[in-house]
Nanobody, 126 residues
Framework: QVQLVESGGGLVQPGGSLRLSCAASGFTFDYYHIGWFRQAPGTEREGVSCITSNDGTTYYADSVKGRFTISRDNAKNTVYLQMNSLKPEDTAVYYC???????????????????WGKGTLVTVSS
């Protein structure tokens, strides 16, 4: 069956770094765009970043641009999110999902998230 499994979350001090992984199975991974999302307590889930299936084009929310880097290894069916210069406001549960459509105009927008992982918690605190 389709599975997306996030890992790499944890507690980190402000200014620190973490690398999240999203391991996929049960579907043809390199056919799908993959997105990262996050949800902090009491807030709506927001899109963070996306990487396309065909040419690996990357997209970022303004709030993480210049600090986060998304990449994918199709041989390992895995997408990564390298997070640097972390801030307390980055604290959230981070999810990966398959994405059908991604657009950047007017802010990062992603549509058609058919499959989701269960998330990994990132806490940025001193």
């Amino acid at each position: 069956q389709v599975q997306l499994v996030e890992s790499g979350g944890g507690l980190v001090q402000p200014g620190g770094s973490l690398r999240l992984s999203c391991a996929a199975s049960g579907f043809t991974f390199d056919y799908y765009h993959i997105g990262w999302f996050r949800q902090a307590p009491g807030t709506e889930r927001e899109g963070v970043s996306c990487i396309t299936s065909n040419d690996g084009t990357t997209y970022y929310a303004d709030s993480v641009k210049g600090r986060f880097t998304i990449s994918r290894d199709n041989a390992k069916n895995t997408v990564y999110l390298q997070m640097n210069s972390l801030k307390p406001e980055d604290t959230a549960v981070y999810y990966c999902a398959t994405v059908s459509i991604v657009a950047q105009s007017g802010g990062l927008r992603m549509y058609g998230m058919d499959y989701w992982g269960k998330g990994t918690l990132v806490t940025v605190s001193s």
